[in-house]
T-cell receptor, first 113, second 111 residues
Framework: NAGVTQTPKFRVLKTGQSMTLLCAQDMNHEYMYWYRQDPGMGLRLIHY???????AKGEVPDGYNVSRLKKQNFLLGLESAAPSQTSVYFCASSPYADRAEQFFGPGTRLTVL | KNEVEQSPQNLTAQEGEFITINCSYSVGISALHWLQQHPGGGIVSLFM???GKKKHGRLIATINIQEKHSSLHITASHPRDSAVYICAPGGYGGSQGNLIFGKGTKLSVKP
């Protein structure tokens, strides 16, 4: 099993460009999460999904959109990238919400120029 | 705003020393996670606990739900323990699955 994978691993964008980050998990988990990690700050929740076809906003959702069309995939989109979105993005999944270990992907390092 | 405070922020230890990292939080939770972030960036879950104490090898985690405090201990520390350790209580937005992360404690263990 691959666990949680993220594509791409690195990306450089220019301001205003768009892109989609893909998260895939092969553990049949219901819950999936997108986080961003910035220097000097803890991980922050961007959006999450409690099951196929559902999404919800987290702590810092502005500038991002998400979709969960298939249970195994959770996509994070940036419609018009801004330098403030330069960050490392982590995806995670868990089998249920409460008292469940979260499994993290390797991260995507995004730079917006 | 929910808050998670970890201490210390940075910690340097000699190999073999006993390490303690503390975490205090301000929200009611049902469970708290301890995570390890390797120097290469990968994040792994070490513990998820809702009461008492858990032990995995040389790592011990304790939690006092009433006092809203948790500790992570490393016995007989080793250079391979060098990493950032992150405390994450659940509960953002009313869902225990939505973790709130501390800023992490950077541990460096010298041989």
């Amino acid at each position: 099993n691959a666990g949680v994978t993220q594509t791409p691993k690195f990306r450089v964008l220019k301001t205003g460009q768009s892109m989609t980050l893909l998260c895939a998990q092969d553990m049949n988990h219901e819950y999936m999460y997108w986080y961003r990690q910035d220097p000097g700050m803890g991980l922050r929740l961007i959006h999450y999904s409690v099951g196929e076809g559902t999404t919800a906003k987290g702590e810092v959702p502005d500038g991002y959109n998400v979709s969960r069309l298939k249970k195994q995939n959770f996509l994070l989109g940036l419609e018009s990238a801004a330098p403030s979105q330069t960050s490392v993005y982590f995806c995670a999944s868990s089998p249920y919400a409460d008292r469940a270990e979260q499994f993290f992907g390797p991260g995507t390092r995004l730079t917006v120029l | 705003k929910n808050e998670v405070e970890q201490s210390p922020q940075n910690l340097t230890a000699q190999e073999g020393e006993f390490i303690t990292i503390n975490c205090s939080y301000s929200v009611g939770i049902s469970a708290l996670h301890w995570l390890q972030q390797h120097p290469g960036g990968g994040i792994v879950s070490l513990f998820m606990l809702s009461s008492g104490k858990k032990k995995h090898g040389r790592l011990i985690a304790t939690i006092n739900i009433q006092e809203k405090h948790s500790s992570l201990h490393i016995t007989a520390s080793h250079p391979r323990d060098s990493a950032v350790y992150i405390c994450a209580p659940g509960g953002y937005g009313g869902s225990q699955g939505n973790l709130i992360f501390g800023k992490g404690t950077k541990l460096s263990v010298k041989p």
